[in-house]
């Protein structure tokens, strides 16, 4: 019985016992399983954030990016601001006018234009530096490595699988101090300004320009004065000429740039175009700041007028978005009162103002005045005919009709040689061009005292003094056209704002290009 009673005693305390520890255990395992739960939670949540992360795009303007080591992205593209990835991107990996920094993986390209990149982490495809310097350190996997117009750092460890190419280009700056420069792309051409007010070598460079602009009022202060009183005169005309120019003439003047590439006889019009753009850019700020500097008192001394309206002007370089515009503006007014100016010039230079060459041309007597009757008649016909040539005037001509007749000679010249080179057996006559272009000139000039491009323009080289052209005559002026073309070109043109129509060459050699009345044979 005792034992009995024993054993229901132990099953009721056992009974006792287990319900609340079986409690417990199911308390606990639902505990177990609502963390574990949880974690699960937080695991699909963590991925998925990660997913999410790693399934964007990453861009950034006007801002630094930067991608984490826990993050991912499918591209980071950054413009006009700095860069760094630690994380993993998918694809590409791009920053334009900012440096880069890599630490993590790029599956696709890794590209930085305008900036700095370095790189300690692995690029999948190409890797692209343009204008910046490139920079690997020791864990730094690549396959194909470009840098174009920097300099290459490379660690001993760095590793590049494919071809590594470093394509240098000349620039007016260094690329050591390319930090001194980077920030003016960034504060400067990004704002829209072309001053920085905190860095002085802008400054240094407008000054440099504003005395450039001084210096050429000085050796030309005919053409300077006209474009400022075509601007001020007529500034409807100069503001409607400059944007027809601005529109249609430079579109024009490329499809004219891209023939004469075309043609390799066409290239030499080339330098002189080229510097007769370059010019009259020049002159279209010399009119803008010339006016501005008038209205301070300063129209009796041009340079400095245009130096002192040159700083005025200057200082609206400084202010965000004004300064370009400003500058565009100028472009626009001051090329068309340069283009005012210019027909204005060739429009006076083409009435004559006074006369500046008159030659008599007596004829011989003739053989028949023999007896005196015959030479009364023989008398009456030398004055009448000597009053006649006496009452032609030549008068002289300036660039363009210079240049069509040099364009006609060019023509022929390159028919020439053209027709004549597969004759020659030893020397390849293209290749002396400029030689015979100039042997081509003096031959004519002392035969016919023209060319055939100047005849077909009753265009006539003359001496001032009235003589004849003889050869020693005949080559310095060739050679003295040399002078006047590689000066830019600005020998030639000293013709249409010289008052005697002469260029450098003829003042070197004393000759002068007439253009003969109608009747008068050249050939």
């Known amino acids: 019985m005792k034992n009995w009673i024993q054993i229901l005693v132990k099953n009721v305390l056992f009974c006792c016992l287990m319900v609340p520890l079986g409690h417990a255990q199911e308390n606990e395992a639902e505990e177990v399983a609502t963390s574990e739960s949880l974690d699960a939670e937080k695991n699909v949540s963590k991925n998925s954030e990660r997913r999410t992360r790693q399934s964007r795009d990453l861009i950034s303007i006007l801002n630094s990016n930067y991608l984490g080591a826990e993050e991912g992205a499918l591209d980071m593209i950054t413009i006009l601001g700095s860069s760094r990835a630690e994380g993993p991107v998918s694809r590409d990996y791009i920053t334009v006018l900012g440096n880069s920094e890599l630490d993590g993986d790029v599956r696709g ?9 370095e790189i300690n982490g692995s ?63 960034i504060e400067g051409l990004a704002m829209g300004r072309f001053i920085v007010p905190d860095m002085a070598w802008t400054w240094y460079m407008v000054l440099g320009l504003l005395i450039m602009l001084a210096l050429l009022c000085l050796v030309f202060p005919g053409p300077a004065r006209s474009c400022i009183d075509a601007l001020e005169k007529r500034p409807t005309q100069s503001v409607f000429a400059g944007i027809g120019f601005q529109l249609l003439g430079l579109p024009l003047v490329s499809i004219i740039l891209l023939i004469l590439l075309a043609t390799v006889i066409g290239i030499i019009a080339i330098p002189f175009l080229t510097a007769g753009l370059f010019l009259m850019w020049l002159f279209s700020f010399v009119a803008v700041y010339g006016l501005v500097g008038y209205r301070f008192g300063l129209d009796q001394n041009l340079p400095l007028a245009v130096l ?44 004559p103002r006074r006369r500046p060459f008159a030659r008599t041309m007596t004829p011989e007597k003739p053989a028949y005045a023999e007896s005196g009757q015959e030479e009364i008649l023989a008398e009456s016909e030398l004055e009448s005919t000597s009053l006649l040539y006496d009452n032609l005037e030549y008068e002289p001509v300036g660039f363009g009709p210079r240049l069509l007749a040099a364009l006609i000679d060019v023509v022929i010249v390159a028919i020439a040689i053209t027709i004549l080179d597969p004759l020659a057996l030893w020397i390849e006559l293209s290749s002396y061009f400029l030689l015979i272009w100039l ?18 323009l009753n265009l006539k080289l003359e001496r001032i003094d009235g003589r004849d052209i003889t050869i020693a005559v005949a080559v310095v002026r060739a050679l003295a056209s040399i002078l006047s073309f590689v000066c830019v070109g600005m020998g030639f043109f000293w013709a249409n704002w010289d008052e005697e129509r002469q260029s450098w060459h003829d003042k070197i050699a004393g000759t002068v290009i007439v253009k003969t009345p109608k009747g008068v044979s050249l050939i």
């Open 308 to 351: 002192v309206g040159g700083l005025v002007v200057s200082l609206g370089y400084a202010i965000p978005i004004l300064g370009m515009l400003l500058f565009v503006s100028i472009s626009f007014i001051g090329s068309g009162a340069v283009l005012i100016g210019l027909f204005s010039s060739l429009a006076s230079s083409s009435s």
């Open 439 to 456: 042997g081509y000139h003096v031959a004519f000039w002392v035969w016919k005292s023209t060319t055939l491009g100047g005849a077909a």
């Open 123 to 185: 690029v999948g495809r190409d890797t692209i530096v343009v204008l910046g310097n490139a920079k690997l350190g020791p864990n730094a996997r690549l396959e194909d490595l470009v840098v174009v117009g920097g300099s290459l750092d490379r660690h001993e460890d760095a590793v590049v699988r494919g071809d590594m190419q470093i394509v240098p280009i000349p620039i007016p700056f260094d690329f050591d101090d390319w930090e001194k420069v980077h920030p003016f792309i």
């Open 109 to 117: 390209d890794h590209i930085t234009v305008l900036g700095n990149s």
